[in-house]
């Protein structure tokens, strides 16, 4: 299957820095991708979705301004969190559709962890 | 509201035993459904991909079934061993686009 890559695996940072994502699609090329949030012992979350070259569409209650999405190529959605808290602490997973599998079938990534201090 | 729930949230069975997981979902006019698989503290492994149209589907030991009128999967897991020990998401599409994940069954399988 398709191939999602994500940097960094881990971050740890200061409460009030801004933290940036990344989520690469290596062997195709995504128009659309997602991005999850997952607290501890909970399921996934739909945060926002990107799509290649457009303002991203967020999710009820996803504050856009905290969490800025960016899908400036076809291989690469970005999603920085401004002004971290320790709420924010969570795991933050992305995914992406293969259009040249059909466009059914999400892919993800390994996932983020991030820590807040 | 498409809602997506799990039954059994945990589940503990001995090595060797059948055993069946369950996905509810509201709104049967799925787009497609699949199954995950997520170890403590990693991302997600993808088990199974149904199409609205298709019935089930099988992964080796893994098979998973499909009944959109009544809003319902099940995943299958023959012969259970020690490394199946993993929480189990569904998740579902109903307009290709996003996912709604349910929270998941938490599976220990003793030795």
């Known amino acids: 299957g398709a191939v999602v890559s994500q940097h960094p695996s881990r971050v740890i940072c200061k409460s009030g820095t801004s933290v940036k994502i990344e989520c690469r699609s290596l062997d195709f090329q995504a128009t659309t991708m997602f991005w999850y949030r997952q607290f501890p012992k909970q399921s996934l979350m739909l945060m926002a979705t990107s799509n290649e070259g457009s303002k991203a569409t967020y999710e009820q209650g996803v504050e856009k301004d905290k969490f800025l999405i960016n899908h400036a190529s076809l291989t690469l959605s970005t999603l920085t969190v401004t002004s971290a808290h320790p709420e924010d602490s969570s795991f933050y997973i992305c995914?992406?559709?293969?259009?040249?599998?059909?466009?059914?079938?999400?892919?993800f990534g390994p996932g983020t962890r991030l820590t807040v201090l | 509201k498409q809602e997506v729930t799990q039954i059994p949230a945990a589940l503990s069975v001995p090595e060797g035993e059948n055993l069946v997981l369950n996905c509810s979902f509201t709104?049967?006019?799925?787009?497609?459904l699949q199954w995950f698989r997520q170890d403590p503290g990693k991302g997600l492994t993808s088990l199974l991909l149904?199409?609205?149209?298709?019935r089930e589907q099988t992964s080796g030991r893994l098979n998973a079934s499909l009944d959109k009128s009544s809003g319902r999967s099940t995943l299958y897991i023959a012969a259970s061993q020690p490394g199946d020990s993993a929480t189990y998401l569904c998740?579902?599409?109903?307009?290709?686009?996003?996912?709604?994940f349910g929270a998941g069954t938490r599976l220990t399988v003793k030795p």
């Open positions: 709104d049967s006019a799925i787009y497609n």
């Open positions: 995914s992406a559709r293969d259009p040249g599998q059909g466009g059914n079938e999400q892919f």
């Open positions: 149904i199409q609205s149209s298709q």
């Open positions: 998740a579902v599409s109903w307009d290709n686009n996003d996912m709604r």
